[in-house]
């Protein structure tokens, strides 16, 4: 096993390379003398084609984390972590039928203006900065780590050396603007399938030979013999990771909160539809939620083989670290044992995905400190000219600082993809409850709003720190309670407190805004249509071919 790229993964690399930022100049180019404007610059607006966004979408929902940290979670979870993929296929039609059209039809390109035209200025200016912090903290800085110790493990550079590399190129994709962002994630795209695929194909062989046998379907059927506990979609209580994901409820409980919060209130997803139109913005929407459906074969499963071959007694050294096994070794595992370069095309396909993942999260760190801060702030009479600039230098800052905490990132045990779930579900439950309200109830007011997001938080910290205050085995009976299994702590699940905690901010919403409306408030108003949300027959189809795959999937695999 080396952990070195040869010469014909340099080449393979190389024309991945270039093909990337030749395209990607020939777009900025192309497209620079036809509009500089602001909304053009950070949305693309007009100029995106379906497939172009759907492409988009998952190159930058596809990073780091789920194929690193996914993979880790599928060695030491099994399949039970594809719940993720194959519920977003479903939550993107949700928001596709529900959640674009009410955003395209009051012309909101920024979710901070969302906030600001439904609620008002004070909400819309803390959740701007709170994203902000959040996007530079927690996703920015957590995908550039684990997409730089992923590379220098197959590589053999330098963890800064590659955490530098990474940066730049990605600060050079951002510069050219949501255009150039959402042509270049198509070849990354590209790139990310097919080589994921690659080390798929790898990793079943792998098995098959291990075994004695040949070819990835009698891999997979090896696998499944080996590891039958890790082909299992909802796990039973007795299950080690059962605080992950807890039974039923990642299908009728605090997944879905986790989903629609992230695909249909986040700003680094939802912009790569709001400079459509809503036919385009479904359609692409729509392509995403198949391509979503592929993902778990792609970083799920080579985390199951590597799992299927460490307890048979290989890779018992490259799995460790600090004396303990860390299940994020997995996916880098299998990448050194790919032939000399098919490791380069594998390469540059986890390389694609981190830097396209970097670069939509930059964008939209720019989108909002240009749009929502600085025009509102600094310089209400900013030209778009000067708010392109600005855009510009956010990039560049927000990177720098990524660069900067990266190094001190706190990722434990839980392995890098249930690290990140886990503590943005601290505001996840109050985001969603004041964007959901705020959609489909009129008589939410600002005040209810900002319940759910200060109260949200703290409710969230509570319920994670009540172990510490309170013993919770009383409520093992119910389901909702469960003893870690290094502690022996009784805790309650992640998802299942995230739905505590939205089920609490919802009932504190309504009962502020229904004081508030007493009190003659009447909260800002948007502009909804029920005709909005009536999808075109194309699109009806795609969804009942997406439901029925979904309904297979989990119905096998139960």
């Known amino acids: 096993m080396n952990n070195y790229l040869s010469t014909k993964d340099y080449i393979v690399f190389l024309i991945y390379f270039v093909i990337v930022a030749g395209y990607g100049l020939w777009v900025y180019y192309r497209k620079k003398s036809e ?20 492409a988009s979408l998952i190159a930058s929902n596809i990073s780091a984390e ?79 780590y684990l997409g730089a110790i992923a590379v220098s493990s197959i590589s053999g550079i330098s963890l800064e050396a590659c955490m530098y590399a990474i940066a730049i ?32 194909y790898l990793a079943l062989n792998l098995v098959s030979e291990h075994y004695g046998g040949s070819g990835i379907l009698q891999g997979y059927h090896l696998m499944t013999e080996k590891a039958s506990d890790h082909f299992h979609m909802i796990l039973d209580r007795k299950n080690e990771n059962y605080l992950d994901l807890p039974g039923l409820t990642v299908l009728i409980g605090g997944m879905w909160i986790v989903n629609l919060n992230y695909w ?15 036919k385009t913005a479904r359609n692409g929407i729509l392509f995403a939620a198949f391509l979503k459906l592929l993902m778990p074969i792609i970083v799920v499963l080579p985390g199951i083989a590597a799992y299927v071959m460490w307890k048979d007694g290989l890779f018992q050294n490259e799995m460790m670290q600090h004396g303990e096994v860390n299940p994020d070794h997995a996916y880098p595992v299998l990448l050194n044992l790919l032939p000399s370069g098919l490791k380069g095309l594998s390469f540059a396909a986890l390389t694609a995905a981190v830097v396209a993942s970097l670069a939509g999260k930059a964008n939209s760190i720019a989108t909002i400190f240009s749009l929502d801060i600085y025009k ?5 009479e900013a030209t778009d000219k000067k708010l392109v600039n600005i855009g510009k230098l956010t990039v560049v800052v927000a990177m720098i600082l990524a660069v900067i905490i990266a190094p001190h990132l706190g990722i434990d045990k839980k392995g890098g ?33 900002l319940f759910a997001t200060i109260g949200g938080f703290i409710l969230s910290i509570i319920f994670k720190k009540l172990p510490d205050w309170a013993d919770l085995s009383f409520l093992a009976s119910t389901g909702f309670s469960i003893p870690n299994p290094t502690t022996g702590v009784y805790e ?23 004081m508030d409306n007493k009190r003659g408030v009447v909260p800002a108003g948007l502009e909804v249509d029920t005709t909005m949300f009536k999808p075109h027959k194309a699109f009806l189809i795609g969804t009942l071919i997406v439901a029925l795959l979904v309904t297979a999937l989990y119905s096998i695999y139960w």
């Open 169 to 200: 190129f990605a600060v050079i994709i951002t510069l050219g603007g949501m255009k150039v962002i959402g042509y270049t994630d198509i070849i990354q795209v590209f790139f990310l399938v097919l080589g994921g695929l690659a080390t798929t």
């Open 35 to 54: 509009s500089v404007g602001s909304k053009d610059y950070f949305l693309a607006e007009g100029s995106l084609t379906w497939w172009a966004i759907g």
């Open 492 to 514: 309650i699940p992640f998802l299942d407190r995230m739905g505590f905690v939205f089920v609490i901010c919802i009932v504190g919403m309504i009962i502020i805004s229904l």
């Open 66 to 144: 789920q194929f690193i940290g996914m993979s880790g979670s599928g060695f030491k979870m099994g399949l039970a972590i594809a719940t993720y993929e194959w519920m977003a296929a479903i939550t993107l039609i949700v928001v596709a039928v529900f959640f674009i059209p009410v955003y395209l039809k009051n012309k909101i390109f920024t979710m901070p203006q969302f906030l600001h035209k439904r609620y008002n200025g004070t909400v819309a200016m803390i959740m701007a900065v709170f994203w902000l912090l959040l996007y530079v903290v927690v996703n920015l800085t957590s995908i550039l």
């Open 376 to 380: 509102k702030v600094f310089n209400t």
């Open 264 to 278: 249909g209130c986040n700003q680094y997803i939802t912009q790569r539809a709001l400079g459509a139109d809503l």
């Open 417 to 449: 993809f249930q690290y990140i779930q886990e503590y943005t579900g601290f505001v996840s439950p109050g985001i969603f409850a004041m964007f959901i309200l705020g959609f489909f109830w009129k008589k939410t007011t600002s005040n209810a709003a």
